[in-house]
Structure formats: C-alpha cells, structure tokens
C-alpha cells in the first residue's frame, strides 16, 4: 500500500486554507487502506493520516489568548485536526483526478467527545494523529488524537462533510 508525506507547498496546493489560518505543516505519513481501486468507502475507512504543526510564539491568536499565558485556543487543536483529517482523501483524489481538485470542500458539521487534557504552548510540536471511522455518502466521522512530546493533549471525534465540485466526493 502506497504510503505519501508531503510538504507545505504540496499541502498548499491541497487545502484552501492560508495564513494564518493554515493550521498543517507536514504531513508525515497518509496509510490508506484496502484497494484504492474498490468502491467508497471500502477505500477510505480505516484510512490513519499524521500531520505536524509547528507552534510558535508568532501565531497571530497569541496576542489575546492570553497574554503572560499563552496557549492555543481549544477551537484551533480541533481546526488543526480537520484540516490534517482532510488529508485521508488524498490518495483517493489523487488516483481518480490524476491531479488535485480545485473544487474539494471539507466543511466541518460536527465534533463529539472533545477532550482537552494539556495546555499547547509556543514552542510544542503539535502531533495530530487521524483516522477515518465511518463514511456514509458526503459524512466522514474521523477519530482525532493531539500529542505533544508523546502526551496527548486533546482528542475529538470530527464529522465532516466532503465535497467536490457539489457533487459527493467518490
């Protein structure tokens, strides 16, 4: 099974999202499973993708949360691990479009079980560790893990909906 890594200029040219609101840079590793060549979701269930992002003093929501205790803001760790989620579709895009769609949507429609166990602060490598649980039609239900240093430090499950071109992602 093939395995991708990519850059913050191929992760660019995937996600719409841009400074400061480009929460991924790496993508150390997307593990699709079963054959990319069989129907949806056999193809993406089960799917585990890694991102990393860099936290540094300079992130822009720094300046108000907060001052003298700086930490990332609850909302951002789950930003973060939907756009690192989004990514279990790339194989899939890649193989059916031969090249990367400027039409892909994931709007996020849900988060179940949020935990917030530890602080994130400037200087943490954030590790978000991904899995696809369950996809009905557009709905894609992703287990969403953040570690920092090996700890985790927020988990959720996210639901999204994947789209593109308005059509269902397939």
């Given amino acids: 099974m093939a395995e991708y890594s990519l850059n913050v200029n191929q992760i660019q040219s995937f996600l719409p999202h841009r400074s400061p609101f480009l929460l991924v840079d790496r993508i150390l590793e997307i593990h699709p499973v079963g054959d990319l060549d069989a129907p949806p979701p056999v193809a993406e269930v089960g799917t585990r993708v890694v991102g990393i992002k860099a936290v540094t003093f300079n992130e822009p929501y720094f300046q108000g949360h907060f001052p003298g205790f700086a930490i990332v803001p609850g909302v951002l760790l789950l930003e973060t691990m939907a756009q690192v989620a989004s990514f279990s579709v790339y194989p899939n895009m890649v193989k059916t479009h031969g090249a990367l769609s400027k039409g892909f949507q994931c709007i996020l429609v849900g988060v179940e079980g949020a935990r917030f166990r530890k602080p994130v602060v400037p200087g943490d490598s954030l590790r978000i560790e991904t899995l696809v649980t369950k996809r009905r039609a557009t709905l894609w239900v992703f287990q ?27």
């Fill in 144 to 170: 969403c893990q953040a570690f920092v240093d090996g700890q985790k430090v927020a988990e959720a499950d996210i639901l999204a909906n994947l789209i593109t071109n308005s059509r269902e992602l397939s």
